[in-house]
């Protein structure tokens, strides 16, 4: 017989009972290999008088064992460790080991649906972005305590999980409400989804509105993501091109005349990424259009805030059209971009469906975090950070105009934005776009080879930053060989 | 002519340049219908003589609204207004209005692709929940101190947006770690996805396992929310009965001699909603059937670390199989489910696939919170609050079983669960599940009509609240006429 003394090691000073440490030691002694699947154990008795326990200590710990299927006890017989044990790695929990089923290849066939990405995990010292917030001027603080109120005992245990599928019904409201003082959206918090994002809200609508097959209108160029969202559902891309006052409406009037449009896809207040405004006579034109030809208008607003001259434009959803626009907006750019926080306004029948679809594919969003900025926009915090970021926003663009003006001209043009985050610039034919994001001592986030252009995101910078990025970008480009054309 | 000084109200004292003053008083004219479209204004020298100003001031105002297309600049003309404006809603910005594009329904067709549901905005004084954690104990609170340090000035800047969309590469590394050291799972960071919880991953798997008549089996009853991601890709459902060992493996095999099975959902550790844990021998039965068959098993493990006997099954995915697991967890459940917050455990290529979808619906998670909860991971503190919570949950276990036995022994049968948060409950068949669901004194979250069942989440309540809840639920009972079965 095996030295049970020895496999089985009793602590009476610990809090842990005794049953449980027969039990666990016989498991541990399984799982070792020291005993073996479909060998027998001794009798109740005989162990407890080997380890010097009371006998219904050791049947307790049978019994559980038994359980749990590590042995099995049968009418006058000894207990047998099972034949089929339950799975282990090689590694003894706590210890490393190399074993692993996952250093291999899923083994079959996976549905390619999106082209792979590689993220960045560093960025470089001097790095442009795409158009982010200064996230130095996020009121995220302010958030975090209201957040911290809300997470505490007094408040969290009966509204903790109500409600977010759709958004919490405080801050829809709050929202709502917003939304009309400052962009003339008159709506009902039952036309508001709260999502984890513009994306997902893109994701949600085109899921709704596309079959495999429909058409989807696009501006050329165009926010590529949402293309991919619209193509991952079967959906054809039709590119239209954008030009200085926006997406081309009389080649949109021409491709409705040769085929059936599903949908159209406009980022109509600074475009991205080339940042122009939308005409007010083409977007007269596309809201007549989707009423002849019956489509719908997903309009991308995602940073309506920051418009530096007089008052914007207001959406197209604000103003008269048939319930076909489905209009999207983020918190990410006007805040902070790790608040996954985005809205969709939509009919109330197309809001239930995308709540409906959304629970499928994600659980929900952070009801704390809702509620915390629907604080936030009703003590007026919202309007008070986007007037003073507004302030910073423009100035820097200003900056980097004045800075571009000087140091690149012999490189670039480029069209001053009447708002947003950042400057599409255009390289010179002579210089190619793709070699200087290749740099090393600069990374620029967002190029577009076609178009032998950048976008040179100035909101998260400081003075002294952008004018570090310039002088990085005068360096690189007077040093490159300039191309015959 | 229009009494244009009337119209347009200049102050000299207010820090905004007067030709803004103009173009503004200009815009509004037009905005309340006062100054109409296609009629002319008054030449630039016209006006300035009216409103007294410099002749630049006014050439400075048309300049700015002929920019926004308000106005036609024509040379030797009068400046004409558009015939065609930006839109307006009749709310001037800042006024309450009725009129509304989004009070009729969205005209088109919607793709119907999930059963739109209705979520609660408020709950019952007393309520049940299906099985989530006590948000009192959770350590939201330590959380947060460290995501407001790293959302500081000081470590924002430079990591605000980067590998958000796999996950931060700092709480992969952590949660590899973590998930050894408990789960016996080895892994590297390259085979984590992290995600907005458990319902998201599920998601992204089916996405890039399932097509249109792809069979997938599921245990009966199981997680509707994932039979119903699976459903909204076009798989059809193939339910297996689940007893008290789990899911029926027999009967998988038998489903497997008849036809191609895709994938295998199962939550064999606490199995939704019945609670049961999935034998040894079934375990390894399953991985044989999937090796056999070639289908991919989706393990849900969605509370794994609150296991309250000893030692608990290590999952399947930490056991020898051909890398077609894929595990998913999630820390909605064992920490805050306002935490969204989750994960995929996979080979390297199917995560990469996921990660490229999951850029498609999602933009990201929360970098800060990720780091934050990283961090938590790192310095033991997960560890610690589950080694209090589980001994704390694993009392209300016990004192619910005992109010049970006492209280309701005449109406219900439930098999005392190994771990996990809720206990299934069985109601006598003389008592309908619905009825006791319509009460509107009592809220329960979940209830199984066909089964005659519901869970009881104990994990969120105190003792004096389980007191009250089970009382309330004796009473309803006691008050209910037995039906004649």
């Known amino acids: ?8 090691v ?26 073996k699947p479909d060998t027998f154990l001794p009798s109740s008795r005989a162990l407890a008088e080997i380890l010097s326990l009371h006998r219904k200590t050791i049947t307790a710990a049978y019994e559980e064992l038994s359980i749990q299927n590590w042995i099995i006890i049968q009418p006058r017989k000894k207990p047998r460790i099972a034949r089929n044990l339950p799975l282990f790695t090689e590694t003894t929990i706590g210890s490393l080991n190399n074993f692993s089923s996952y250093k291999i290849d899923f083994p079959f066939l996976i549905n390619k649906t999106a082209n792979t990405i590689t993220e960045a995990d560093r960025v470089s010292e001097i790095s442009i ?21 809300f997470a505490s005992k007094k408040y969290s245990i009966t509204n903790a999980h109500v409600g977010t599928i759709q958004g919490t019904l405080r801050l829809r409201k709050a929202l709502a409400k917003y939304l009309l003082e400052t962009r003339g959206l008159a709506i009902m918090p039952a036309n508001l989804l709260i999502t984890h994002g513009a994306q997902m809200s893109i994701y949600l609508a085109s899921k709704l509105l596309l079959k495999k097959g429909a058409k989807v209108i696009v501006g050329k160029p165009s926010y590529s993501i949402a293309s991919n969202a619209f193509k991952s559902l079967g959906a054809n891309m039709i590119e239209i091109p954008v030009d200085d006052k926006g997406i081309d409406t009389d080649r949109i009037e021409e491709a409705c005349l040769q085929q059936e449009i599903c949908a159209v896809y406009i980022i109509p207040h600074h475009h991205y990424p080339t940042t122009v405004t939308l005409s007010a006579e083409r977007r007269m034109k596309l809201i007549a259009l989707s009423k002849r030809y019956k489509f719908a208008i997903i309009e991308d607003d995602y940073d309506y805030d920051y418009h530096f001259t007089s008052a914007p434009y207001l959406p197209l959803a604000s103003g008269k059209h048939h319930g076909n626009i489905i209009y999207i907006g983020s918190f990410s750019k006007i805040l902070d971009s790790s608040l996954r926080l985005g809205f969709m306004v939509a009919p109330e029948n197309f809001i239930t469906q995308s709540v409906a679809y959304r629970k499928l594919i994600d659980g929900g969003g952070d009801g704390y975090m809702q509620n915390a900025l629907a604080v936030l926009i009703e003590e007026g915090g919202l309007k008070r950070h986007l007037k003073k970021t507004k302030k910073v926003y423009h100035q820097r663009r200003d900056f980097l105009d004045c800075l571009l003006s000087e140091k690149l001209a012999d490189f670039i043009t480029y069209t001053l934005p009447l708002g947003g985050m950042a400057i599409w610039i255009k390289l ?8 200087l994001q ?4 600069l990374h620029i986030s967002r190029i577009d ?4 252009a950048f976008r040179f995101g100035f909101a998260s910078m400081n003075k002294q930053e952008l004018q570090t990025a310039v002088l990085k970008l005068e360096a690189i480009l007077k040093k ?5 054309v």
Do not use: C, H, W
């Open 438 to 441: 290749q740099n090393k001592e």
């Open 10 to 35: 009793l602590d009476k000073t610990k809090k842990q009972p005794l049953y449980r440490q027969v039990s666990l030691g016989i498991i541990a002694a399984i799982t070792k290999g020291v005993l």
């Open 449 to 452: 080879v076609a178009q032998n």
């Open 428 to 435: 010179s034919k002579a210089y190619a776009v793709k070699k």
């Open 480 to 484: 490159t060989k300039p191309l015959n």
């Open 1 to 8: 017989m095996l030295p049970f003394k020895n496999i089985i």
């Open 129 to 149: 972005d795409d158009g982010y917030p200064d996230v130095r001027l996020s009121p995220i603080d302010e958030l975090l305590k209201t957040y911290r109120l």
